[in-house]
């Protein structure tokens, strides 16, 4: 059974940075790429970052350059480094694994609030 767990969500002032972790169980993501969303409230789901197996990276163009994804394949975590956050990251965070199925987390709450 493949579980996926996002965590380091939380209320951050503008400016200010978050690290998210997405912790795979069941399978390893050494084999995979994955990828971070988000849904911000009355709106779709949509891409933020994305990993493959290489370690090559594409970003959301409202992200790039504030946002780093990453992998630690020994502890089977990918990470989001997020920097220079604002209001408009306000959402909630994905993790997305494609292998027969599409998995996904629970979810991580971000909010960006002075």
């Known amino acids: 059974q493949v579980q996926l767990v996002e965590s380091g969500g939380g209320l951050v002032q503008p400016g200010g940075s978050l690290r998210l972790s997405c912790a795979a169980s069941?399978?390893?993501?050494?084999?995979?790429?994955v990828g971070w969303y988000r849904q911000a409230p009355g709106k779709q789901r949509e891409l933020v970052a994305r990993?493959?197996?290489?370690?090559?990276?594409n970003y959301a163009d409202s992200v790039k350059g504030r946002f780093i994804i990453s992998r630690d394949n020994a502890k089977n975590t990918v990470y989001l480094q997020m920097n220079s956050l604002k209001p408009e990251d306000t959402a909630v965070y994905y993790c997305?694994?494609?292998?027969?199925?599409?998995?996904w987390g629970q979810g991580t709450q971000v909010t960006v609030s002075s």
């Open positions: 997305r694994l494609v292998i027969d199925y599409i998995y």
């Open positions: 069941g399978t390893s993501f050494s084999g995979y790429s």
């Open positions: 990993i493959t197996i290489g370690g090559s990276t």
